[in-house]
């Protein structure tokens, strides 16, 4: 269903859009240009706009040389970037480029204004305005018999493009560093199924063929979240090389572009989930605890419990979401999975045992620039990706993999760190119900009502889930704790 809002921009899917101006399709046919504008309406409003004010330039100036208007693949680069670094609009970059666009449209040109609006150029005030960048870019790589930017882009060099286009958004708090994260963990394995190639020669068999293999399970392994996560990020990739230009398909790769997860199971995998998810016993946890030897493995236990926190949310913790002076000590951050939707705001009143940890580790974290909370003893992140081949660095998981070896338990039940997440929101679902369980975990609430109508989160909203985190730890993990036997309740006759 769609929504229409009085600034001309239609919501549908999760996402804004608008149609500004024309785009030369296939066909030669002039067809109306939609512009995806994410999820935030104010950014959407703010893009839309500069959008609108650049089309109506271009308009103007093919109006004075009799000529129709359209968008090309270089020009819709040049309005993305104009956007993104904040550029003014300014008119002479306008007529030149609307001059010289008919016949330069090539990847060379592209990448020399993606090297030129660099973000160290494009932040420092010493930079000169947009007609000079474009200046610069069109002396450095124009020559009128180049070929377009789909025959000679090729696909990691576009994809290096989206990369910069998604840090541009992380700068911007459009977008959260773990989606950026798991967005270039995506394209690595895009890039894997589908070979370093002109954008265009990627067609219906390449994408097809690259989905198949990432469904494949028997073969490379990947669990049904990710298959259905990467397919998602590969649709949204190519949905922006579309969107820019870049690429023009002759087939409907968004229908493509699906993967069905209740179809990606095994039949084992069906019946354990029809039996419900695994989760630790008080117990377990109890044993585990106890073959903690020091602090750090059992702060690691208490937020994964305590927070229902996964490694990632541990490791972008930062100051200011710990406030261990309050009354009562407590923990508040938006979960960074849901950054992207709503924000969703997480309250956890912390544990005695979780203030004391959690309150002599940070006094040994030093300052830093974003203001980690827990970085290692080398100064790194807990999570983070390295640059030079974007593999994942975990040191939480190390850290887990050792004390559940030094442990008794059944290797089926030593499960990963994630399953005391899995383990609290159980606890706490058997407590209070579905509806705090849904506290607990911060799950996203993408009500239209909740996201434009409400004001600041009160914590007294959290008073039922608060009283619940109290109750876990003395009534389901007080072996854990060495804590006394809860008596159990006796019913009045």
């Not at 790194?380 to 190390?398: H, L, Q, T, W």
């Not at 039940?413 to 506290?439: C, H, I, N, P, W």
């Amino acid at each position: 269903m769609k929504t229409k809002n009085k600034n001309s921009l239609t919501f549908h899917n999760g996402q804004f859009r608008a149609s500004i101006g024309y785009e030369l399709k296939g066909d030669g046919q002039r067809k109306p240009k939609v512009f995806m504008l994410g999820s935030d309406e104010r950014i959407a409003k703010i893009k839309a706009d500069s959008f609108r004010t650049i089309w109506k330039n271009l308009k103007d100036v093919n109006a004075t040389d009799g000529k129709q208007a359209c968008w090309s693949p270089f020009f819709l680069d040049y309005a993305m970037k104009l956007y993104m670094s904040r550029m003014s609009v300014v008119e002479d970059s306008i007529h030149e480029i609307a001059a010289f666009n008919t016949q330069s449209q090539s990847a060379q040109v592209v990448a020399a204004f993606h090297s030129l609006g660099s973000d160290a150029q494009r932040h420092s005030p010493s930079i000169p305005d947009g007609h000079e960048i474009f200046r610069q870019a069109k002396s450095a790589a124009w020559s009128p018999d180049q070929s377009t930017s789909g025959q000679k882009l090729m696909l990691s060099a576009a994809m290096e493009m989206y990369k910069e286009h998604l840090i541009n958004e992380v700068r911007s708090n459009e977008r959260s560093r773990a989606s950026l994260n798991r967005k270039t963990a995506s394209l690595r394995v895009v890039l894997k199924n589908v070979s370093d190639q002109p954008l265009n020669g990627i067609g219906y068999t390449q994408i097809s063929d690259a989905i198949a293999a990432i469904k494949h399970r028997s073969v490379n392994g990947y669990a049904v979240d990710t298959i259905t996560t990467t397919i998602k990020d590969m649709r949204a990739f190519f949905s922006w090389l579309e969107d820019t230009g870049k690429w023009k398909p002759d087939f409907n790769f968004s229908k493509v572009c699906r993967a069905k997860s209740n179809k990606l199971y095994t039949l084992s995998e069906k019946k354990q989930r029809g039996s419900g998810q695994k989760i630790f016993t008080p117990d377990e946890l109890a044993t585990i605890y106890a073959a903690a030897t020091s602090n750090t493995q059992k702060l690691y236990i208490l937020l994964g419990l305590n927070l229902a926190a996964t490694q990632a949310q541990i490791s972008d913790l930062v100051m200011d979401d710990i406030n261990l002076q309050a009354n009562p000590p407590h923990v508040r951050f938006i979960r960074s999975k849901t950054i992207d939707v709503t924000g969703t705001v997480g309250y956890y009143e912390l544990w005695p045992e979780t203030v004391a940890l959690l309150s002599e580790r940070i006094k040994r974290t030093p300052k830093t620039k974003e203001g980690w909370a827990l970085l290692t003893k080398d100064g790194a992140k807990m999570v983070y990706f390295k640059e030079a081949n974007g593999s994942r660095c975990d040191c939480i998981y190390r850290a887990w993999k050792k004390l559940l070896d030094k442990t008794e338990l059944q290797k089926d039940r030593q499960l990963s760190f994630k399953y005391l997440r899995k383990t609290a929101s159980d606890m706490v679902r058997k407590l209070a119900g579905e509806a705090v369980q849904k506290q607990m975990l911060a799950h996203a609430n993408t009500s239209m009502a909740t996201r434009h109508y409400t004001g600041e989160i009160d914590p007294s909203e959290f008073d039922k889930l608060s009283k619940t985190i109290h109750q876990i730890r003395t009534e389901k993990l007080w072996k854990m704790f060495g804590l006394p036997e809860p008596k159990p309740l006796v019913l009045a006759a």
